[in-house]
């Protein structure tokens, strides 16, 4: 069983920045896919990023891009996003979610995930 645990949540103002972590359990971190999401009230959950095991390749929504980067850290079994130039409409829960297929062609897919935190609150402030 692949636990995943978030942190780095908190309140911001519109401006700031965010680096959320999310630390994996075992030693096969490196074979997973590796995806952020989030999830506002009364929304449905959406992707916001994503990285493959070899960490060469990334994936973020329109939403985010050019603001917000995806890396991982494989050796600490770890991926992290930080998030500049927050927005209000950046508020909302965010969770890790691994995926241990081999390959996807759809990392943007919440369906595709087989893992998933507890989620982290990010709230940012007008």
């Known amino acids: 069983q692949v636990q995943l645990v978030e942190s780095g949540g908190g309140l911001v103002q519109a401006g700031g920045s965010l680096r959320l972590s999310c630390a994996a359990s075992g030693r096969t971190f490196s074979n997973y896919l590796m995806g952020w999401f989030r999830q506002a009230p009364g929304k449905e959950r959406e992707f916001v990023a994503a990285?493959?095991?070899?960490?060469?390749?990334?994936y973020y929504a329109d939403s985010v891009k050019g603001r917000f980067t995806i890396s991982r850290d494989n050796a600490k079994s770890t991926v992290f996003l930080q998030m500049n130039s927050l927005k209000p409409e950046d508020t909302a829960v965010y969770y890790c979610?691994?995926?241990?297929?081999?390959?996807?062609?759809?990392?943007?897919?919440?369906?595709?995930?087989?893992?998933w935190g507890q989620g982290t609150q990010v709230t940012v402030s007008s």
């Open positions: 990285i493959r095991r070899s960490g060469d390749s990334e």
């Open positions: 979610a691994a995926n241990q297929a081999l390959f996807t062609a759809t990392p943007w897919n919440a369906g595709r995930y087989d893992y």
